[in-house]
């Protein structure tokens, strides 16, 4: 690798950490986590998720019958999930969100996103 190839770095800064005998390390952009929340038996697990903001939240369904991912407030609503489906959202913003299974409402699980 040249110092011409290392990119967003500024050539003089480069030289001089070489010539200082350190390393130049260039950072990749975060890849943002996922957390699982498996649907079987006819709950979420885990009920209560406390994640960051800029998670993503995969719904996954290993219930013999559909289940379906509902906001409580409105703000999405997934498809009805088959065996071994899945439905994922990235939460971006800090606060609360209730959620249920639209096919059977008795089915609730919160997610608390922190900043």
Request: charged share 20%.
């Amino acid at each position: 690798m040249t110092i011409d190839n290392i990119r967003g770095v500024r050539r003089r800064d480069v030289m001089m950490c070489l010539a200082l005998g350190f390393a130049v390390v260039v950072a990749a952009p975060a890849k943002a986590d996922t957390v699982i929340v498996k649907i079987d038996n006819f709950t979420f697990a885990p009920a209560v998720l406390t994640v960051k903001s800029g998670t993503t939240v995969k719904f996954e369904n290993h219930d013999d019958i559909p289940h379906s991912v509902v906001d409580a407030a409105g703000k999405f609503r997934s498809k009805a999930l088959d065996t071994d489906d899945s439905f994922s959202l990235t939460v971006a913003v800090a606060g609360e969100i209730n959620y249920f299974c639209g096919l059977h409402p008795h089915m609730k699980g919160k997610i608390v996103v922190t900043p």
